[in-house]
């Protein structure tokens, strides 16, 4: 079955700065969603890819599929403490009708 | 639009009770799952469904059951409580079984003492 590897598990970074959050699959996609997940809450949507090499941006976030389709990248530009929270890449498998399999997540926390 | 709405948002059980999670969506979506978030775990599907009367186990559906008699209702039961349940359930729906966004409840978060 698929699995996501998601890296780095956690991130500490000043306000202001710019991030980069990795997710790996064992598998070549059929389709990457990146959700948030506020501290206590559940999941927003962020973004869906599928096409490889595809790139979607909302506000000041990017979320990039490589050309293979088994790499993902979301990265924050100037951050904010409105980004805070748990980031988490979700995967449709190509065969079967299961639902998405989730990585692990990564907690950000975003200090003054 | 309410979306996805789980209840209840918080319960503390004792070993050995049992109790149902619900879960309704008003979005006509015929996939649903249940999910358990758990510290470093992330988020592991318990059972799924893809349209009423259908069913299907997740990767960790021991010790709960499930049932879909409407489109709308998904319903997850712990039969008798454990404190391995202990957990945060998320429920979600979706339109198709890929290319589509899932919806996703506030939680259930459960403590079992």
């Known amino acids: 079955s698929q699995e996501l590897e998601q890296s780095p598990q956690s991130l500490i970074v000043q306000e202001g700065k710019n991030l980069t959050i990795n997710c790996t699959s064992s598998?070549?996609?059929?389709?990457l969603y990146w959700y948030k997940q506020k501290y206590g809450e559940g999941l927003i949507f962020l973004m869906m890819?599928?096409?490889?090499?595809e790139e979607k941006s909302h506000e000041k976030i990017t979320a990039k599929l490589d050309e293979k389709k088994q790499q993902s990248s979301l990265h924050i530009t100037a951050s904010q403490p409105s980004h805070a929270g748990i980031y988490l890449c979700?995967?449709?498998?190509?065969?079967?009708?299961?639902?998405?399999?989730f990585g692990k997540g990564t907690r950000l926390s975003v200090i003054a | 639009n309410a979306g996805v709405t789980q209840t209840p948002k918080f319960q503390v059980l004792k070993t050995g009770q049992s109790m149902t999670l619900q879960c309704a969506q008003d979005?006509?979506?015929?996939?649903m799952s249940w999910y358990r978030q758990d510290p470093g775990m992330g988020l592991r599907l318990i059972h799924y469904?893809?349209?009423?009367?259908?069913?299907d186990q997740g990767e960790v559906p021991n010790g709960y059951n499930v049932s879909r008699s409407t489109t709308e209702d998904f319903p997850l039961r712990l039969l008798s409580a454990a404190p391995s349940q202990t957990s945060v359930y998320f429920c979600?729906?979706?339109?198709?079984?890929?290319?589509?966004?899932?919806?996703f409840g506030q939680g259930t978060r459960l403590t079992v003492v």
């Open positions: 979600a729906s979706r339109l198709a079984s890929k290319g589509t966004e899932a919806f």
């Open positions: 598998k070549t996609l059929y389709g």
């Open positions: 890819l599928q096409k490889g090499g």
């Open positions: 979700g995967a449709d498998e190509y065969s079967g009708n299961t639902p998405l399999v």
């Open positions: 979005m006509n979506h015929e996939y």
């Open positions: 469904s893809v349209g009423a009367g259908i069913t």
